[in-house]
């Protein structure tokens, strides 16, 4: 597949519901205008990207290793500062005012390790005024977890629960998640992937990275594939299987190919 000219690509709803026209009428919650990120010594981990999100989609972020899609995450939460090009999250550049909208995961164990869940808890809801306290206890007791255990004593797949649960229990509007199903088991991922469904915030939109395609494909209105700090393909998932007669993850496969 050839890389796609610069393009803004839209992922709206309203484009598979043609009657609902006050969709097409909504601003993108996420909006990327000619997006690049430039290492010195390693080129464009991102280049020209223009893209736009709305609210209400699960949208999977693929690409191989290196692709550009932890950079991608981490410029729109204002980890990182763009080379060049913008970035809107409701209107607004990521800031102080754009952090209550996104709720981040980021790929690797950040919490502290001498903590109690209960007091992480305490931390969080102290921390954000959208953190839904109740909602992570009831996520916790389904999962398991007991919430006067230290981090310590977890195992590294239960660690990554927890940062979930942590994440999910915020009322946010954009959920950004690095690999949120990479560190556990096979059998505990449908749980996790329920658990994201069932528990972020309605209309919200979560962006999930991850390389595991056939676990999170049957949840997904929409993929992005991503190569090279570029865009190769934006859409619809159920018209990107009919367009191409195969499965996201089969077409990854051929795609990103080694």
Known sequence: MNEQQPTTHNLNA?????????????????????????????????????????GGRIIGLLGPNGSGKTTFIKLVCGLLEPTAGEIYIN?????????????????????????R???LIAFFHDFYSNFNSDKAYSMLEHLGINPDDRLKTMSKGTKEKVQLILTMSREAGLYLLDEP????????RDYILNTI???????????????LISDIERILDDAIFINRGKIV?????????????????DLFREVFKC
């Not at 469904?197 to 390389?211: C, D, E, F, K, R």
């Open 14 to 54: 309203a484009e598979n519901a043609p009657n609902k026209p006050e969709a097409v009428a909504a601003p993108p919650l996420l909006e990327c205008r000619h997006l690049t990120k430039r290492y010195s010594a390693m080129g464009d981990a991102l280049s020209d990207i223009n893209l736009k999100i709305y």
């Open 91 to 115: 209107g607004i550049a990521p800031g102080v005012e754009s952090k209550l909208t996104v709720a981040y995961l980021p790929d690797r164990i950040y919490l502290n390790n001498w903590m």
């Open 117 to 119: 869940v209960r007091e």
């Open 181 to 188: 199903i990479g560190g556990v088991d096979p059998a505990a």
């Open 197 to 211: 469904l069932t528990n972020y915030n309605p209309g919200a939109t979560v962006i999930m990275s991850t390389h």
């Open 233 to 249: 393909l934006a859409g619809s998932a159920d018209d990107i299987r009919a367009k191409n007669g195969k499965s996201i993850d």
